[in-house]
């Protein structure tokens, strides 16, 4: 246990005079808004602000293909007209307008989220936050849901040069697709989403069953919900998937991304969320006390976004914040109250009782998958495979509802964990070729 | 295992479709029929096929055979099939009222003798007619003696597959039958009556050889056409939801005369029309094909979380996407405007369709031999296209143009460009830093020690924005400037003219109700101004003014970030008038010149 966090904030002032265009509920102002309510809460005295350094295009491409990435240094309002089709293969255009400073915007956001895990990894802080950053939609070779360049993928990239396997969590309302399918085939970086699924909501992807593929399967995690979630149910679905994942997955690092479009009243969302149910989200996973990098993403009522960043740099400075906004040049937005919560939703919670216990036993059921993926796997015949059985069985209590297989296969893997908990699991393959796997049970070390 | 499958299937089509409702009481099955294990369903089917098959013909011809079949009034159902193969096996129907057998088929069938007449009576109206049309086909197809009439669907080779596994089955169950037949018979002959011996087994085993080819045809044909249908109208799901409330409708009651439709399936075949049960057939299709294309999730669940089985999430998805299903596949769907968000959701479906088909042929046959699915269940001919709610499912696209390059970790990295930490701007170093200004607590707004003359007036609260800016441009020093602390707020005003506000008032104002005309014009109208002077100004003063003006007038429906909204009500000079000239006089002046304003735009 550290004695106290050392947490640094990146912030550049240029972003709050990026504009997506007219009507596009993306406001980069929301920046400037949080920001400025983050200094009239005096919280700056408790950490250090970082000023980013502009991303280099070589830095996008650690992830991003060249030519989307020269493309979109190339592109500008004015030049719009002249690259019809590569605006339509980029994917740029409608919902990822082309404006003024748009690679000077992506330069700040995802250096922000690079610098913060630079930072992390050179260890002179313990939490960095860059609320600019998080725009998880950005694919490796095109735009989407108004993200350009992953600083997400960027950071987690950077963060992996010092950490064998980092947890990627999202509770932004939609799906964090990019960051899943950047990286689905690696075990190294596990990606948890919780999001709005179904209704052809954005982005569609994040189904429960896509886990990840080749090395990386059972190392993406969707938790799907449906509209009008509340704090009780969020947070307790949280916390459970969130803490089984870390203790199987023993991340070196953590990355957060708080999208503030789940909050109740969001312009796109559809979640009844308040602010003190999302920064419960951020609360329990500061508690892990791992190297975390918490990052923005959606929001699209920028006065809640702005309370609701404000509220939880607040919580990772560990520094309850009095209700009302003290006086600022931007009091005016979160009038007539002035206050920093929000008012409660009033979508009808589609999440049945039952339903949000399907998905939690579901993807507690991936995790143990996951976990017995990192395991050692053994070749054994048949005799050596009874004797563990029956050592274990004598060691502690075993399951033995699973042992009902058909015995006449040739082949099979025990899969075995030497850490924290021992998970027992025989796969086997039936001469019609049909796999079955079998969990034996797992013991823990009391 | 086409054929198998497809004889399943037709259990499955029976079942889910509702004439399970009470003709199929499964419970009631007597224990002559559990000897046939596995294959008990699928002879049920096959009897219903053919049954149902023949019932509208029949009622084609005028008789009415409501089903399922009741007993007298209190509602029993009657096993029909049961029923019918226990005359069956006696000999048919003449035989068993000639030797006065009933008593003894109601006692197979575990009934009470009290319903013998109604027995007797549901076997002449149901299922006589069917012996005897069972028969006389059979005697055609003797007369035949080649593949045509109505059963040339079926292959040599599939016809002898189930000669055999029939010849089986009622070998088996004629055995238990017939010793307690004879058993049955001395007792009758004990009373008194004359016995009349005779009917082999062989004959009906010949009779149900028949009856399961025919059976067969149908279930086999209408799944290879529900597959062809379904394959090439995708698309076309206009009236799914109510598809599935007519499914539940069924459900809940059996004996709805729309039910009864479904009972044909050799019309299925040549069936055109779009009536819910094809429907319903169909779309149970497309998700038995789904599932086997996922059935590398299906295999998964443990043994332990079996009640779990995904099809609960293929059901909540059918009933979620489709009833619900257009609501505009991007993101800004549900955002008032339009004039942005005309992101073609066609495109965006082709490209959905292109993923899938890409995700499939590229990783799909691979990982399904990898995880090693029961492969020999899956036909090779089958291909496993994404079916049904695959549509809408948007898959994880992969390939080297999708993933991320990961290197093998091999421990930590030192790392040369340490330099790239971004640049420390707080708290400031050396001199410039000023430590006497914090020793506030945080969050330093103290309404009690406000000194103002009227607390949370309009005016204080402006005397402590500005009070607190102030401050926090002492503390800041050079860094006010680099956050654009500068530029924030209604301050941002005081650099325009009011000649200049006017202007942007007036031009925002001729756009309206949508900026799409005025942006892009705007350094045309203020060539003096930069772009970030426009944005700037259009954040910190255009809208605060708006929201300050909704604050009092609207409080009830903010939203300060619809751009769509009027802006008419916004005073002209508010901002830097207020600013320059604090005091209460002035301030319920521009409040009310709002006021005015409002009503002089709405003229």
């Keep these: ?446 | 295992m086409v054929t198998n499958g497809a004889a399943l299937d037709c259990v499955e089509i029976v079942n889910k479709c509702g004439t399970m409702g009470g003709h199929l009481d499964v419970d009631n099955v007597g224990k002559d029929l559990e000897q046939f294990g596995d294959n008990k369903d699928r002879l049920r089917c096959l009897f219903d096929l053919v049954l149902s098959g023949y019932l509208k013909e029949v009622t084609w011809k005028g008789l009415f055979r409501p089903m399922p079949a009741m007993l007298g009034n209190d509602g029993q159902s009657l096993d029909l099939l049961k029923l019918f193969l226990v005359v069956r096996e006696i000999g048919g129907y003449e035989l068993v009222s000639n030797e006065g057998l009933w008593a003894f088929v109601v006692k197979e069938l575990g009934l009470g003798f009290q319903v013998l007449a109604s027995v007797k009576l549901i076997y002449a109206k149901y299922l006589y007619e069917l012996e005897k049309w069972l028969r006389s086909n059979l005697e055609d197809r003797k007369e035949d003696n080649a593949c045509g009439g109505n059963f040339g669907f079926l292959t040599l080779e599939q016809e002898k597959d189930f000669r055999g596994l029939f010849a089986n089955r009622i070998g088996r169950q004629g055995v238990v039958n017939k010793v307690a037949l004879i058993e049955y018979r001395k007792h009758k002959k004990f009373i008194g009556k004359d016995s009349k011996n005779g009917v082999g087994v062989s004959d009906t085993n010949s009779r149900f050889r028949l009856q399961d080819r025919v059976g067969k045809v149908y279930g086999d044909d209408a799944e290879n056409e529900c597959r062809k249908e379904f394959s090439t109208r995708k698309r076309k799901r206009k009236s799914l939801s109510e598809m599935l409330s007519w499914v539940m409708l069924v459900a809940k009651c059996h004996d709805d005369p729309s039910v009864r439709e479904i009972l044909e399936p050799s019309k299925w075949i040549n069936h055109k029309g779009d009536e819910f049960w094809i429907q319903a057939i169909r779309a149970r299709e497309a998700l038995r094909q789904k599932r086997d294309g996922h059935s590398v999730i299906e295999q998964s669940p443990l043994q332990k979380n079996q009640e779990m089985h995904p099809s609960m999430y293929d059901d909540d998805f059918l009933n979620h996407h489709f009833t619900e299903k257009l609501r505009c596949s991007e993101r800004l769907s549900r955002s008032n405007s339009c004039s942005c968000s005309h992101c073609s959701s066609g495109s965006t479906f082709d490209s959905q369709l292109m993923c899938l088909h890409r995700t499939h042929s590229e990783c799909g046959p691979k990982e399904l031999s990898s995880i090693a699915i029961d492969l020999s269940s899956l036909d090779t001919s089958m291909t496993v296209e994404p079916y049904g709610d695959d549509i809408f499912r948007r898959q994880v696209a992969v390939g080297p143009r999708f993933q991320a390059e990961v290197p093998e970790w091999t421990g930590p990295v030192s790392d040369s460009d340490s330099k790239w930490l971004g640049t420390r701007q707080w708290p400031l170093s050396g001199g410039e830093y000023d430590s006497l200004a914090i020793t506030d607590p945080i969050g330093s707004r103290q309404p009690n020690s406000c000194s103002c003359q009227i607390p949370n007036s309009v005016e204080c609260i402006r005397f402590h924005i500005a009070e607190n800016r102030m401050k926090l441009k002492l503390e800041l020093g050079s860094l006010f400037y680099h956050w654009r602390f500068d530029g924030m707020g209604e301050e941002v005003s005081l650099r325009w003219t009011a000649e200049e506000e006017k202007k942007f008032k007036h031009m925002v104002q001729l756009e309206s109700p949508s900026l799409n005309a005025f942006w892009p014009r705007a350094s045309e109208f203020f060539p003096e101004k930069t772009w970030q002077d426009l944005i700037s100004y259009y954040f910190n003063v255009f809208l605060i003014r708006r929201r300050s003006y909704q604050n009092r007038v609207t409080p009830k429906s903010i939203d300060s970030d619809d751009d769509e909204s009027e802006f008419g009500c916004i005073s002209d000079s508010f901002g830097s008038y207020a600013l320059k000239v604090p005091g209460s006089n002035t301030l319920t002046c521009s409040q009310n010149n709002q006021c005015i304003d409002l009503e002089l735009d709405e003229h």
């Design chain 1, 1 to 446: 246990m550290r004695s106290k966090e050392k947490i640094s904030n990146f912030y550049d002032g240029d972003v709050g005079s990026i504009y997506f265009g007219p009507n596009h509920p993306m406001k980069p102002h929301r920046l400037c808004m949080t920001h400025h309510s983050v200094l009239a809460y005096d919280l700056h005295k408790k950490m250090e602000i970082y000023r980013t350094h502009k991303a280099y295009p070589v830095e996008f491409a650690q992830f991003h293909s060249a030519d989307y990435v020269e493309f979109l240094h190339r592109i500008t309002p004015d030049t719009l007209h002249l690259f019809s089709n590569e605006l339509a293969k980029y994917n740029l255009g409608e919902d990822c307008s082309v404006f003024e400073n748009l690679f000077e915007f992506c330069q700040i956001y995802a250096g922000g989220t690079i610098d913060a895990a630079r930072r992390l990894n050179n260890q002179p802080c313990d939490i960095a936050i860059n609320w600019a950053g998080g725009l998880h939609h950005a694919k490796k070779c095109e735009a989407s849901g108004f993200c350009y360049v992953n600083d997400l993928v960027l950071g987690i990239l950077e963060l992996l040069k010092y950490h064998a396997r980092v947890l990627f969590i999202d509770i932004d309302v939609h799906h964090g697709d990019g960051v899943e399918e950047a990286f689905y085939f690696t075990d190294r970086v596990m990606t948890v989403s919780f999001h709005k699924y179904g209704d052809m909501f954005f982005p569609g992807t994040g189904d429960v069953k896509d886990i990840g593929e080749r090395e990386g399967k059972f190392y993406a995690i969707n938790v799907p919900l449906k509209d009008g979630i509340d704090d009780t149910s969020y947070t307790r679905l949280f916390k459970s998937i969130i803490s089984k994942v870390v203790e199987m997955y023993q991340p070196g690092a953590i990355v957060l991304q708080c999208g503030a479009d789940s909050l109740a009243g969001d312009r796109l969302g559809c979640f009844n969320l308040s602010i003190d149910g999302h920064a419960e989200c951020v609360i329990i996973v500061k508690k892990f006390n791992l190297p975390l990098l918490v990052t923005g993403g959606g929001g699209y009522t920028k006065e809640n976004v702005a309370r609701c960043w404000t509220f939880e740099t607040g919580v990772l400075l560990d520094t309850e914040l009095p209700i009302e906004i003290p006086e600022n040049e931007y009091i005016k937005y979160f009038a007539p109250e002035c206050l920093l919560n929000i008012p409660n939703g009033h979508i009808e919670n589609l999440n049945s009782k039952s339903y949000l216990s399907t998905i939690r036993s579901r993807c507690k059921c991936w995790k143990i998958f996951a976990a017995s993926n990192m395991l050692q796997v053994y070749r054994c015949k048949m005799f050596h495979l009874i004797s563990i059985f029956l050592i274990l069985m004598k060691m502690s209590k075993i399951r033995m509802s699973a042992w009902t297989s058909t015995l006449k296969t040739s082949k099979f893997n025990v899969m075995m964990n030497t850490t924290m908990v021992t998970t027992i699991m025989i796969i086997t393959r039936t001469c019609e070729g049909r796999l079955h796997i079998f969990l034996l049970g797992s013991i823990s070390p009391q």
